[in-house]
């Protein structure tokens, strides 16, 4: 049973909106509640990077790339972690992960899936 399992994704046009989600189905609450959890993508032939962070009081970072059209938010009684994203771009098509992260913002944990989002040029 895997750790982190991501869904949501999917194909949208320019300018269209999805909400990623990402559960943490073997993680009980009390751990996961006190971290810092984050959203990843890796488009093809490209390295993973950092979309957007949540520490575990709500406080929220984004990258220069999507601030303003991304919004990273949680639920720790449901032990999931959402992306709301709107306005995409065709340079937003990518496989979307989530993981928590270590204090030097780290990847924790082994990936999921991903789930991939495409927006056609």
């Known amino acids: 049973q895997k750790q982190l399992v991501e869904s949501g994704g999917g194909m949208v046009q320019p300018g269209g909106s999805l909400r990623l989600s990402c559960v943490a189905s073997?993680?009980?609450?009390?751990?996961?509640?006190?971290?810092?959890w984050g959203w990843f993508r890796q488009a093809p032939g490209k390295e993973r990077e950092l979309v957007a962070s949540?520490?575990?009081?709500?406080?929220?970072t984004y990258a220069d790339f999507v601030q303003g059209r991304f919004t990273i938010a949680r639920d720790n009684s449901r032990k999931t972690v959402y992306l709301h994203m709107s306005n995409l771009k065709p340079e937003d098509s990518a496989v979307y992960y989530c993981?928590?992260?270590?204090?030097?913002?780290?990847?924790?944990?082994?990936w999921g899936q991903g789930t991939q989002v495409t927006v056609p040029s």
């Open positions: 949540i520490t575990p009081g709500n406080d929220k």
């Open positions: 993981n928590s992260l270590t204090t030097s913002n780290q990847p924790e944990y082994n």
């Open positions: 073997r993680m009980i609450f009390s751990v996961f509640s006190p971290k810092l």
